[in-house]
């Protein structure tokens, strides 16, 4: 198995957006043994133009290493791009507490025009405990 989060984590630079999407979703159901993986995630998240790979990467993040995910997820909070902003804000939402720090960010995606990027954005404040906007403020 320790070979495995090592192929993965090469897979992720792949040509294939389908290799990536997979290889990314293999790392996070290895958990924090695929620790190793996160510097790599973390730079597909921030820099692969294909917005489902970003989400994965999103999503993986949550699930190896939530210390140092949450942080990148806070920054990815501020993407220009709506479906990279629904991943990042629902990988804020599983990972729950201890993604506090987002909360922020997540209160300005409340007020966001687009009404999923609105929800997702009050759910994952309910998780990680912090009040959602007033009803006037959405």
Same mark, same amino acid.
């Given at each position: *198995? !320790?070979?495995?989060?090592? &192929?993965?984590?090469?897979?992720? %630079?792949? $040509? ?16 924090? #043994?695929? &620790? =190793? ?6 730079? *597909? ?7 489902? #790979? !970003? ?15 949450? @942080?990148?997820?806070? $920054?990815?909070? %501020? ?6 902003? *629904? ?13 506090? $720090? &987002? #909360? ?8 966001? @025009?687009?009404?999923?990027? +609105?929800?997702?954005?009050?759910? #994952?404040? +309910? =998780?990680?405990?912090? %009040?959602? @906007?007033?009803? =006037?403020?959405?």
């Amino acid at each position: *198995m !320790r070979s495995q989060p090592c &192929a993965l984590t090469t897979a992720l %630079k792949d $040509e294939s957006n389908y290799v990536r999407w997979q290889s990314a979703s293999a790392l996070g159901k290895i958990g924090p #043994a695929a &620790a =190793k993986a996160v510097p790599a995630l973390i730079e *597909m998240l921030r820099h692969n133009s294909d917005e489902r #790979a !970003r989400g994965d990467a999103a999503d993986a993040l949550g699930s190896i290493d939530a210390d140092t995910a949450v @942080p990148v997820l806070a $920054e990815a909070l %501020k993407d220009d791009n709506w479906l990279a902003l *629904m991943w990042a804000a629902d990988a804020v939402r599983t990972i729950g507490p201890a993604a506090r $720090e &987002a #909360a922020p960010a997540l209160r300005e995606l409340t007020r966001n @025009p687009n009404p999923g990027i +609105r929800q997702i954005a009050t759910e #994952a404040l +309910r =998780k990680v405990n912090d %009040k959602p @906007p007033p009803e =006037k403020a959405r």
